[in-house]
């Protein structure tokens, strides 16, 4: 025959139990949330500015700023444009949010005259919309994630990122023919 047990080790068995159970639900409950905040991705869905915008409040900061170089990449949870350029005393960048177009930092530095600079022809280059078509068709598989618009050596060119699961495949594509450039 078992001895019943008294009611102070019943209760402390209890506590035990509450306090393991309390501790497992915590712990699942972090994990949850941790999964949630870590899956919170950019998605190009969220980009509202386009690049035109986005220049022109690049310009609202840099008055005669020349623009060398566009960058529109994913940034945590959302995407952002950086813009550099110069004029005749500065270096210029801006960072802005593609999708609210506030502006999140900016720089200014003096310039190195000993650098050359190449101003983009925004007129003559083709659309994102565009490059990423052409970046999508040469790797035939993935979706375009990154972008960066510059002038490599006095050529303009796009240089796309396209992500396929875990692998990512840089596109090179000359900005005003069309043609994709082989670094090889």
Do not use: C
């Amino acid at each position: 025959m078992t001895k019943p047990s008294s009611l102070k080790s019943r209760l402390v068995r209890m506590m035990a139990v509450t306090v393991l159970t309390t501790s497992a639900i915590g712990g699942i409950s972090f994990a949850i949330n941790s999964t949630t905040v870590s899956a919170a991705r950019a998605t190009t869905a969220d980009i509202k500015l386009n690049q035109a915008q986005a220049v022109q409040r690049f310009h609202r900061l840099f008055k005669d700023a020349q623009v060398t170089e566009i960058t529109l990449e994913p940034k945590g949870n959302r995407y952002q444009y950086q813009i550099d350029g110069f004029d005749k005393e500065q270096e210029y960048t801006a960072v802005i949010n593609a999708k609210t177009g506030k502006i999140r930092w900016s720089h200014s530095t003096k310039l190195d005259h000993d650098d050359k600079y190449y101003a983009l022809d925004l007129n003559k280059t083709i659309s994102r919309q565009d490059a990423t078509k052409l970046a999508e068709n040469e790797t035939k598989q993935g979706k375009a994630q990154r972008w960066k618009l510059e002038n490599d050596d006095g050529q303009q060119t796009w240089e796309v990122d396209v992500i396929d699961g875990h692998h990512t495949t840089e596109v090179k594509i000359n900005a005003l023919t069309k043609d994709i450039i082989n670094d090889n």
